[in-house]
């Protein structure tokens, strides 16, 4: 019987149905997998369904003469803790769930554009402590959205959703910078050029980009230097994106918006009023970091829950699914194959093997 790890715990309903299919061990801590997990796992089970910050690094990967997994079934959209080229080298085919959360992270980073921006969360810590003391003209002065220019840094499927949002929902003006030529985004938009152009002119600038060797610390001093100093930064990538300590300085003299001084060392969110939904990156997807804006939060490795109750149930039964057709039929689902939601398809990253075939069908109406 194929044996097959799940890194971490999912649906009761899809747990059910992979032990009632395969040979299934569950590990017990939610923790992420270690190297040496890792290694071990490669060499011990046929197929692994891993999530964020499991670490299949090249190193990891590469201590296995041999590996017994023929497939790495991602949980999530975010693969950059897989070297899929190692992967790829050993035969290993890897998967992930692409459109699964574009709505739900879009409607994240509107919900941290207005909480910056109309400095909601201030508001509510000033309730919370029991400082109200009556309204007054100048409290809490924050920045309309209407009418306002929107950046957005990476224009890929959560780029395009948050540029219809800041469009239809508050009629801003939308520029974007990408790495190529989009032709047509759906909205009336402008694609800049250079990103320095698109920092300089921008009152809201959203981080859109996977998290990669090439956009580590792609915020950095120069280009928070860039930004208006009314400006808001929002980040719905990885925390790496932006360098934390140019952050951390730009706040410090007033170079981009904030009002209060910075109380921790570490990359915070305007957000930790939210503290009971943020959990550490490897629990999901990866650091998030809210808006630049009144306060920061201490420490790392931390989220907010980008997703809905439906959102979350679709990467898991896709990256199930495709573990039973590629161990039944070595086959996955191509990226030609990608659907809009409520049924996202599950695009290979690397190591495709055969061709799909009457099954695919028939996971695919389940």
Request: aromatic share 6%; proline share 5%.
């Amino acid at each position: 019987m194929v044996r097959l790890l799940v890194s971490r715990k999912l649906t009761d309903d899809v747990m059910a149905q992979l032990a009632a299919e395969f040979d299934m061990q569950l590990r017990e801590t939610t923790a992420p997998m270690s190297a040496d997990e890792v290694s071990a796992a490669l060499a011990d089970y046929d197929a692994i369904l891993p999530t964020l910050g499991d670490q299949f690094t090249a190193e990891a990967i590469n201590r296995v003469q041999q590996p017994r997994c023929r497939i790495l079934a991602n949980f999530g959209v975010g693969y950059n803790h897989i070297d899929t080229v190692a992967a790829a080298a050993k035969g290993i085919t890897v998967t992930n769930t692409p459109g699964a959360v574009t709505d739900a992270t879009a409607d994240i980073a509107m919900a941290l554009m207005l909480m910056g921006a109309r400095r909601a969360s201030q508001g509510e810590r000033l309730l919370r402590r029991g400082d109200w003391q009556g309204w007054h003209p100048v409290q809490l002065l924050g920045m309309h959205l209407g009418g306002k220019t929107v950046g957005i840094i990476g224009m890929g499927r959560i780029g395009q959703a948050i540029a219809k949002r800041c469009h239809a929902g508050f009629g801003m003006n939308v520029l974007f910078y990408n790495r190529s030529p989009k032709a047509d985004i759906g909205v009336p938009a402008r694609q800049i050029e250079h990103m320095r152009q698109l920092l300089a002119v921008a009152d809201v600038v959203v981080l859109a980009v996977p998290g990669s060797a090439q956009t580590h610390h792609l915020m950095d001093a120069q280009a928070l230097g860039q930004m208006q100093s009314h400006a808001h930064l929002i980040n719905i990538s990885r925390g790496d994106v932006i360098d934390e300590t140019a952050l951390i300085r730009a706040l410090s003299h007033g170079q981009i918006a904030g009002r209060t001084p910075c109380v921790g060392w570490k990359m915070w969110c305007c957000c930790r009023i939210w503290a009971p939904i943020l959990m550490r990156c490897a629990a999901i997807w990866g650091r998030w970091r809210g808006p630049i804006c009144r306060r920061f939060l201490p420490g790392e490795n931390r989220k907010i829950r980008s997703e809905s109750c439906r959102s979350r149930w679709w990467p898991i039964g896709r990256s199930s699914e495709t573990l039973c057709l590629f161990l039944r039929d070595n086959s996955v689902l191509p990226s030609s194959h990608l659907r809009t939601p409520p049924k996202p398809g599950i695009e290979a990253i690397s190591g495709l093997n055969g061709a799909c075939n009457a099954d695919l069908a028939r996971l695919w109406h389940l």
